[in-house]
């Protein structure tokens, strides 16, 4: 799981509140760990291969993975993309597509190019907010922000869409053990399910790294802590490759 994949603003490395420097994967670093990856062996997937397997016991490739990038930034194009085509990996891009075309985020024209050369996209709804919480207010609001953040990339891109990814993990992210949290995400999965959804991606919050397919809207991630040495990045991922 990727944010940024940039070097970090110097106002944003001289401000201590700045979230960047832990979403923020450098180009050359990001570069050094597709190199791990492919000297490890791994071979990309996309989320339909996943749900074969998962599913109807389709065939995959020795190690999959998917890398997932949260948010639609343009260094998705502008280094994401380039380095993953250099490495002959392909990776899956949430869009937030309210914020299509934004100073700093991805263009229309920029999306339909790297999905034009193997990427994937899905939605992270239209403006990013916490579903959870919009459920709770109105359940039409979330709705909405579900299908037409789906309908907007599917007219832009020409591509059926069926992934999802929950902004900051919102509900899953809440203490499940409340009644209140339960029924948000009963409710939202519900909603994806209408909306035409096939999975949806989790903000990492649970130690797991196994998947099964009782759970298509729970798709656990191994978020990449931005501002790493390789080294450290080598040993973070220790437990998880092989």
């Given at each position: 799981?990727?944010?940024?994949?940039?070097?970090?603003?110097?106002?944003?490395k001289?401000?201590?509140?700045?979230?960047r420097?832990?979403?923020?994967?450098?180009?050359t670093?990001?570069?050094?760990?597709?190199?791990?990856?492919?000297?490890?062996?791994?071979?990309?997937?996309?989320?339909?291969?996943?749900?074969?397997?998962?599913y109807y016991?389709?065939p995959?490739?020795?190690?999959?993975?998917?890398?997932?990038?949260?948010?639609?930034y343009?260094?998705?194009y502008?280094n994401?993309?380039?380095?993953?085509?250099?490495?002959?990996y392909?990776?899956?891009?949430?869009?937030?597509?309210?914020?299509?075309?934004?100073?700093?985020?991805a263009?229309w024209?920029?999306?339909?190019?790297?999905?034009?050369?193997?990427?994937?996209?899905?939605?992270?709804?239209?403006?990013h907010?916490?579903?959870?919480?919009?459920?709770?207010?109105s359940?039409?609001?979330a709705?909405?922000e579900?299908?037409?953040?789906?309908?907007?990339?599917?007219?832009?891109?020409?591509?059926?869409?069926q992934?999802?990814?929950?902004?900051?993990?919102?509900?899953?992210?809440?203490?499940?053990?409340l009644?209140?949290?339960?029924?948000?995400?009963q409710?939202?999965?519900?909603?994806?399910?209408?909306?035409?959804?096939?999975?949806?991606?989790?903000?990492p919050?649970?130690?797991?790294?196994?998947?099964?397919?009782s759970?298509?809207y729970?798709?656990?991630?191994?978020?990449?802590?931005?501002?790493?040495?390789?080294q450290s990045?080598?040993?973070e991922?220790?437990p998880?490759?092989?």
């Amino acid at each position: 799981m990727y944010h940024y994949i940039s070097e970090v603003p110097a106002q944003d490395k001289a401000n201590p509140y700045s979230y960047r420097s832990g979403l923020s994967v450098s180009p050359t670093i990001f570069s050094q760990q597709m190199d791990y990856f492919k000297e490890l062996g791994y071979h990309t997937i996309t989320f339909n291969q996943l749900f074969s397997a998962l599913y109807y016991d389709g065939p995959l490739p020795s190690k999959p993975i998917i890398f997932s990038f949260d948010d639609g930034y343009v260094d998705a194009y502008t280094n994401a993309f380039p380095i993953l085509r250099a490495h002959g990996y392909s990776g899956m891009f949430y869009i937030i597509t309210g914020k299509v075309g934004w100073a700093g985020q991805a263009s229309w024209p920029q999306l339909s190019e790297m999905l034009a050369n193997g990427m994937q996209m899905g939605s992270h709804t239209i403006d990013h907010r916490a579903l959870g919480d919009v459920w709770q207010l109105s359940p039409d609001d979330a709705r909405h922000e579900l299908a037409q953040s789906r309908q907007d990339l599917e007219s832009h891109l020409q591509t059926v869409i069926q992934q999802f990814c929950y902004p900051a993990g919102d509900p899953l992210n809440k203490n499940q053990n409340l009644p209140s949290a339960q029924a948000q995400v009963q409710g939202v999965m519900a909603l994806l399910n209408k909306t035409g959804y096939v999975g949806a991606t989790n903000d990492p919050r649970v130690p797991s790294i196994s998947q099964d397919s009782s759970t298509p809207y729970i798709i656990h991630r191994i978020r990449v802590i931005g501002s790493e040495t390789l080294q450290s990045f080598k040993d973070e991922m220790a437990p998880f490759v092989s």
